[in-house]
């Protein structure tokens, strides 16, 4: 009981300071990039679609695009682990992970050579057949490379950077009209001829 306590005071502690927030409070509501792309020193990544506004059931379709900052090229991986995370109407979050890497040996052909201003474009898609309130809905990716132990591949670019964040209005499904149904119904041949 002492410890429960001692773990509430110290997360009181922490939000009079500052440094910590309340879960679901923010909702999104721009559709759309929210800002150009996310840097960190030698990458940006930038998020983008075509279609912002999509049905549940259909897939967002994204492209995430790297680019290399830096004043000098470096060793990327062709397709570096991916993640998505996303914000829902309600403010919930949710996202598909994968399981993170800390060492691994790149070959070559895994690889390309990223100029300075040069983009490597990864697609991306994310299912709405789970998601169940309709609105916008804000996304992020991840980009995350392990470590390289393999000295040819030298300068290597490892880490974890994310994109910029970018809202898609998820629809319901449309009903067909009544007039398409009943013009697509079978009709029974008439007898009164």
């Known amino acids: 009981m002492k410890m429960i306590l001692q773990g509430m005071g110290l997360v009181g502690l922490l939000s009079w300071m ?3 927030t309340l879960p679901n409070d923010y909702r999104p509501q721009t559709v759309g990039a929210l800002e150009n792309g996310a840097t960190n020193q030698e990458l940006s990544l930038q998020l983008v679609t075509r279609d912002p506004i999509v049905q549940f059931g259909k897939p967002v379709i994204f492209q995430v695009v790297i680019r290399n900052i830096s004043p000098h090229a470096c060793w990327f991986p062709a397709k570096p682990q991916q993640g998505f995370f996303w914000t829902l109407p309600n403010g ?30 990864l697609p991306g898609l994310v ?10 809905t804000e996304f992020k990716a991840e980009v995350d490379v392990a470590q390289n132990t393999n000295p040819a591949l030298s300068p290597f670019w490892s880490g974890r950077a994310f994109s910029n964040s970018f809202g898609v209005q998820v629809i319901p499904c449309k009903a067909p009209s009544r007039f398409a149904q009943s013009a697509s119904s079978p009709v029974a041949p008439s007898n009164n001829l």
Not at 127 to 136: E, L, N, S
């Open 18 to 20: 500052g440094c910590a």
């Open 92 to 121: 919930r979050h949710d996202g598909y992970f994968f399981d993170r890497e800390q060492t691994r040996f790149f070959n070559k052909n895994d690889c390309v050579l990223l100029q300075p201003g040069h983009a490597l474009v």
């Open 127 to 136: 299912d709405t057949a789970d998601f169940r309130h309709p609105g916008i």
